[in-house]
Every structure is written in C-alpha cells, then in structure tokens.
C-alpha cells in the first residue's frame, strides 16, 4: 500500500501557505520554485486542493494561492483525501460469494468480516490524521529546523512576495 | 491510497484454511476453484504467504497449503504484510530540503513532522489490523454467512479433501 507523491507535496504546500503573513498568496509557479518540484505535474495537485476547497486563488500581480480556511480548521485527512480520494483503501469485491458455494444475496446480510476490519483499521488511520491540523504541522516546522534554515525561508519569502 | 486485490485474495484464503480440519490442506488450484480465483496469480499470493511464513506446503496426494502456525497467531496484519510489504505507505522524500531554502542535513536533527504524523497514523492502523487473527475471522464468518451457504462450503470441501 502506498500513497501517492502527490500527498507528500500537496501537504508540504498546505504547509508552508499555512505559514504565509495574512492576505499574501503565492503562484504554483514560486511553490514549484521553493521545494524544486515540476510545476506541471504540482499545478495538478494544487487544482485538486482548490477543487476540495482547501486553497483559494486570488488574481492580480500580487496573486496566487492561499488557504481558503484557516490552518487550524484543515486537517492532514483534508489534504490527503484530496489528492488520494476518500474510496476506502481495501476494495471488497465479496469473493466469499463467488465459486461453487456461493449464494444469492439474501444470505450474506451483513458485510464480510473481513472487509468490516480493514475498514475499522482505516477508520482509526482517518481518525488519528484528523488530528493533525495545519497550524501545528507549521508549529511542528518552527521547532523541528534550524534557525539558518528558517532565515532562508523567510528571505526567499519576502522576495517571493515582494 | 489503494490496497492490492492480493491482499482480499490472501485474507480470504488464509481464513479458509484456519478454518480446515486438523492435518489437511488444499492445493492453490483448489483455493482458485473455491473462490473463483484465476490459478496463476492466486499461486503468486500463495508463494508470498508462504515465504512470509504464514502458510506451509505438504506433499503427497492430499497435500497443499495450510497455515504455518495456529489461526490465533496469524494476524490481519502479518497476511497484509506478506501481500503489500513492510514499506511505510507514506514515503517522505524530504522535499523540505531541497529548493533555494534547503540547507545541509546537520540542520534537520529530527525527521520531518508530516512524515512523522503520517507514520503515527500508519502505526495505529498496523495496531488495529494486528488485533484481528484469523481465528476471530473464522468465527465472524460462522456468524455472518447463512447455514445453507456453511453446508455447501463443507460439502464443496469434504470433496476436495476426498
């Protein structure tokens, strides 16, 4: 099992917009630009964060992208159901019906055990990224890197912006 | 994020085979037939099983698979794992240091913290799927499916094992 590439991006990019000064945006162009990503293959990401509702654009020179909630109020669940979906990961295709022992319908009233336990486990996969919202990853980010490494974010930032 | 359909495959017949008489086994092709499985790449899943160490093999006329260790010491985990491999689902390519603000590694003492609430959430997925051995999924089944789909199943079966 394995997520996409495109959850680690899209995340990191939730991030570091959750991160930006009030009001400011940035393009996918100075995304793609700040974690050397393709911008082609991140544009797509980004529409689909867009498309979830998690960022917004605004027009103009000064334009771009920006979370359309606050950081506190999108989850990591939010960011990855929006690049990866929100189809369970275990697909049950009821094989305990097929072959020379299997039933009309009306005799499996309940779903297979075995696909009520991976979807409990999922459940609490879900529950414990809905813990994790976007202010305390950028939090996380503040303690967790160098005071060198921070300057240099902030300095690229303010030329980003402007 | 997408599980493999090996790993419904495997579930299932790992479960069918704790739920055998002591001392029997039944051959991939008869694993196929039961769940209308196509042979050659249920044999695939069978071999991983097996050198995942979950299922042993037996010679002779009556020989084939069966379960290595007793179903209460086969976990739902063990068998997703012999599938889909022990790798994290989340791979963290440390997109925060690259780009004109990375800076070498002895600036990120500690691992990023979306990879870490990414493996968080994968840690108590692993613990819920680890709760569940086949035994209990055995017994579920006896639950679940109805008498008339039990009996054709231990008919189908007491055929097979001859």
């Known amino acids: 099992m394995k997520m996409s590439d495109g959850v680690e991006w899209a995340v990191h990019c939730c991030t570091f917009l959750a991160a930006l000064p009030n009001e400011?945006?940035?393009s996918g162009a100075r995304l793609s630009e700040f974690f050397a990503l393709?911008?082609?293959?991140?544009?797509?990401?980004?529409?689909?964060?867009?498309?979830?509702?998690?960022?917004?654009t605004s027009k103009g020179p000064k334009g771009g992208y920006r979370l359309a909630r606050p950081p506190a109020e999108i989850s990591l669940l939010d960011v990855v159901e929006a690049i990866d979906?929100?189809?369970?990961?275990?697909?049950?295709?009821?094989?305990?019906?097929?072959?020379?022992?299997?039933?009309?319908?009306?005799?499996?009233?309940?779903?297979?055990?075995?696909a009520a336990a991976?979807?409990?486990?999922?459940?609490?996969?879900?529950?414990e990224l809905?813990?994790?919202?976007?202010?305390?990853?950028?939090?996380?980010?503040?303690?967790?890197?160098?005071?060198?490494?921070?300057?240099?974010?902030?300095d690229w930032l303010c030329k980003a912006l402007g």
Chains 1, 2 share one sequence.
């Open 118 to 127: 991976m979807w409990k486990a999922e459940s609490v996969w879900r529950k």
């Open 85 to 114: 979906g929100k189809n369970p990961c275990f697909q049950c295709t009821e094989i305990r019906r097929q072959g020379p022992s299997g039933q009309p319908d009306r005799h499996y009233k309940k779903p297979c055990g075995i």
């Open 38 to 56: 393709p911008k082609d293959y991140l544009a797509k990401h980004l529409q689909a964060l867009s498309r979830a509702g998690l960022v917004e």
């Open 130 to 154: 809905k813990k994790v919202d976007l202010g305390s990853l950028v939090h996380e980010a503040e303690l967790n890197v160098s005071t060198l490494q921070q300057e240099s974010a902030y």
């Open 24 to 26: 400011s945006a940035l």
